[in-house]
């Protein structure tokens, strides 16, 4: 019996009424999530921290305090486009970021230096998902042709298992991202308390600017699980 009969029948053009709630609440979700992140961060950048520290700053000493002397620092252009390369072992700042003494900025800048540390002390989840980056490429980008291809065709229906298994590579690097978030973030505040870079109501600032950001990737997960739900609708249809 096809998966969409549980779910309440047939909706708009041939869909399932059910994959077109998913589909809103996703799309819902990851822009609430992104208008969050935006307005926090933007709240909190014009709050200057006491210190006077400078993203780059920051991130400068908190490096340099856990022996990371030779990972530089550079800036990137764009808005919110903060990194850490783990490839060429760099942490790129946006320019917001870099010259900014906000409470925001600092905030940004230490939650980059925590995906360093993890590296350097081999975190675990962060090693997963370093290993299945490239299954979770080649998913994204060939999961949905893959299974559709399976689906016309009888003789390539092999690909439709290939699909969805490379496609559940792209949902557990999603999940598998959570950890590493929330823990760059927690090695943050944490670093940023204690070495008193910034005071206990501007920490209450950056916590929240970071808890944002960890929202946007919860939105992800969200948002590649419902992907996920559609292959299986779609590979079970193709079977009846
Ligand atoms: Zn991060």
Redesign the pocket.
Known sequence: MPLYVYYGGYGFYGYPLWEWILLIASLVIAVAAQINVSATFSRYQKESNASGLTGAMAARQILDANGLQHVPIEMVEGKLS???DPRANVIRLSREVYFSNSVAAVGVAA??T??AIQYQVGYTPIKIRAAIIPATRIGSALAFPLVILGVIFSAFSFLVPLGILLFTAVVLFQLVTLP??FN??SRALKVLRERQMLSPQELKGAGKVLHA??MT?VAALITAIFNLLRLLAIASRNRN
Request: net charge negative; no cysteine.
């Open positions: 903060d990194h850490y939650h980059e925590g995906h590493v978030e760059a973030s950001a960890a990737y």
